[in-house]
């Protein structure tokens, strides 16, 4: 081995070696979690997290708060009995819960107790998941864009230059031979380059108008700011929310719903912070960022919740005092057509990303189809009803004939009537 | 053949500026053109036959001093065709033995099972164990009820419903998302896999030990809703 390699060797073997020690060292004292962490995940964990807050404190080192280890016994068999007789730390902790009781283990043994103890504050936060990377694609392809624009653009410089190095040449040519050049004639005068730049002109207003004028009232891509900045992506893809848990009308009536902040809180009273930071920055559609935790402390203000006291804050005759959060509504169809989300979602059994888009990878909802007349009757041409599953189709018996010769295949919506005006305007 | 022609006409300072005229251009086209990200709605025709001249589910409504159309139904209120239950807040008594005369064919406790997963799912785990992604992710910091547990595999049902109804500890309140007989169809999917489990035998089949709906009124008001929605939804 050369000579200067030898400390650098050195270190190594003594890190190596301590770190074989550590990990010794780790097994060892974890040795005694395993039980604890069971008994902890059946009796304790639905009240107490190691590291947060819940219905009950935090336990990870709470021993080192006790009075003593006796204490910590007396108190997880029956935190009441002490509570009763005034023990300032046990009264302490009751009144800064709420007084929520917590319930007796008379059951638990000394052991299990310090079981459970040990294995919390030996505890450590699980690794957070990986987002996934869905977003990523549409950015490439938005790189070819680019790639593609700058490709043609050089290719055209390339060609006027050489175009136009040709043209010099050939004039330096003509006046060394003597042959008298061309007569220039301005662009703007020549007939031919006003007839068709007119033409041009007229065929792009003509386009460019009839176009405008059909796509009046539609909102397509409509992507409005939002009071709050409630992600989608975060919601229903990160963590799989599914749609229909927060807009549960769309199996039932015509609306889909947008759901009412005592919902947003079924699960914020415990999610109180944006962790996913690192892995998801939140951003908006003009690339400003934004803090998750903050638009979190603002749902909070319109759910009424206090995060402090952990409750609802109540008027006098116990109502929660909270305020509708106003969401700019980005789906507008005209009053003079009727859709009906149930009838879709829950008879048809349409998926919500066939008329949505990919919501569940938007930060910011936009509007992804049309929207137009053409886009509904489309899609009736093209899909099947549930025929056979829909007992109310039973008296089509015309269609259930020719399915059972193999006549057809299935039975579009526009063959059920789609089609028919009345459907849709009345 | 124009195009040159064009050209041809122009000098070199021209030509400079033309390149530098269409780079300019194209790049400001491609930088406006942000995924066509759009803020505002745009302008509509006629705006009494695009926006709903009664108050629509989502307008508000100067008639009330909070704005809403959407209103709370009176205290009390039974909507047709939907059942009610005579439960009080913080009753814990009445909670234990409350219980439901509703038996569910294997059609109804498929769709319990599947309204389980949707509602429920994300937090007690689509296995009952209470490793919901939510938890098992981290994010919750309590665990959500474990139904395999021999704490919740013979709690009466009627503490169950409670729970579903009013919410406990951290959990929330679901009247909003399920309405009662979804409720009972939920539950009777969760005593299903509990019986299986270990639990107490279960009684919510239809050839279970199942008594005849008592409350007649209510089983007429749930067929007839059910024939009058499919026959809604047919007709529109």
């Known amino acids: ?426 | 053949m124009t195009f040159e022609f064009l050209l041809f006409t122009l000098n070199m300072n021209k030509i400079k500026s033309i390149v530098v005229v269409s780079l300019g251009l194209t790049l400001g086209l491609a930088s406006c053109d942000s995924g066509n990200m759009r803020r505002t709605p745009g302008h509509i025709y006629a705006p009494d036959m695009t926006y709903s001249v009664a108050y629509d589910a989502y307008t508000s409504n100067p008639n009330f001093s909070d704005s809403l159309t959407s209103r709370k139904p009176v205290e009390g209120a039974i909507a047709r065709g939907h059942l009610y239950d005579h439960l009080k807040e913080g009753d814990t008594t009445a909670y234990k033995t409350y219980t439901t005369s509703m038996r569910f064919n294997a059609d109804e406790l498929k769709e319990g099972g599947r309204l389980f997963n949707i509602y429920c799912g994300i937090c007690h785990g689509s296995n009952l164990d209470g490793q919901g992604p939510l938890f098992a992710s981290g994010k919750f910091a309590s665990m959500p009820a474990n139904f395999k547990d021999a704490k919740y595999l013979h709690m009466p049902v009627g503490q169950m419903y409670a729970a579903i109804k009013y919410g406990k500890n951290m959990m929330g309140s679901y009247a909003s998302q399920l309405d009662v007989k979804q409720r009972w169809m939920v539950l009777a999917y969760i005593k299903k896999y509990q019986s299986a489990n270990g639990g107490d035998a279960f009684t919510f089949g239809e050839s279970g030990k199942a008594t005849p709906v008592v409350v007649d009124t209510t089983k007429g008001a749930v067929a007839m809703a059910d024939s009058k929605d499919k026959k809604d939804e047919k007709k529109k």
């Open chain 1, 1 to 426: 081995m050369p000579e200067s390699l030898k400390p650098l060797f050195r270190i190594c073997s003594r890190s190596a070696f301590a770190f074989f020690i550590v990990l010794l060292l780790c097994n060892f004292s974890a040795s005694a979690a395993p039980d604890g962490k069971a008994l902890f995940m059946s009796n304790c964990a639905s009240c107490h997290n190691p590291l947060k807050d819940a219905t009950g404190p935090a336990l990870k080192d709470i021993d080192k708060t006790f009075p003593d280890k006796e204490w910590g016994h007396k108190w997880v068999k029956n935190s009441q009995t002490l509570v009763a007789a005034g023990d300032p730390t046990a009264v302490a902790m009751f009144n800064k819960f709420g007084k929520v009781v917590m319930t007796p283990f008379p059951q638990l043994s000394n052991e299990d107790i310090d079981a459970i103890l040990a294995y919390v504050d030996a505890y450590a936060p699980p690794a957070a998941a990986q987002a996934p990377r869905g977003g990523e694609e549409a950015a490439g392809s938005n790189d070819n864009g680019w790639i593609y624009s700058i490709l043609t653009l050089t290719l055209l410089v390339l060609a006027v230059i050489l175009w136009r190095a040709n043209s010099s040449l050939r004039r330096a040519a003509n006046s060394v031979e003597g042959v008298p050049n061309e007569k220039e004639i301005p662009v703007y005068r020549s007939k031919l380059v006003i007839a068709v730049t007119a033409i041009v002109l007229f065929i792009l207003a003509g386009y460019w108008i009839v176009n405008g004028a059909i796509n009046e009232g539609r909102q397509q891509n409509y992507q409005p700011l939002q009071p709050l900045f409630y992600s989608h992506k975060v919601h229903a893809g990160i963590n799989q929310v599914n749609c229909l848990y927060c807009h549960a009308g769309a199996e039932k009536s015509r609306q889909a719903m947008i759901p009412s902040t005592n919902v947003c809180m079924n699960c914020h009273k415990q999610i109180n912070s944006y962790t996913g930071a690192e892995s998801y920055a939140l951003k908006t559609a003009e690339g400003k960022e934004i803090n998750g935790t903050e638009q979190i402390q603002l749902l909070y203000k319109y759910a009424g919740w206090d995060p402090v006291k952990k409750d609802y804050n109540r008027d006098a005759k116990g109502n929660i005092m909270a305020t509708p959060i106003q969401w700019v509504k980005i789906h507008n169809l005209p009053d003079h057509v009727y859709f009906n989300h149930a009838q879709h979602v829950k008879v048809g059994k349409v998926q919500c990303q066939r008329c949505h888009g990919p919501i569940q990878e938007m930060d910011e909802v936009y509007q992804f189809a049309p929207l137009s007349m053409g886009w509904c009757i489309n899609c009736h041409r093209q899909t099947e009803v549930q025929f056979g599953a829909n007992n109310y189709y039973s008296i089509f018996e015309k269609y259930h004939q020719e399915l059972k010769e193999g006549k057809r295949t299935g039975v579009t919506e526009a063959e059920m009537g789609g089609t028919e005006c009345q459907k849709c305007h009345y």
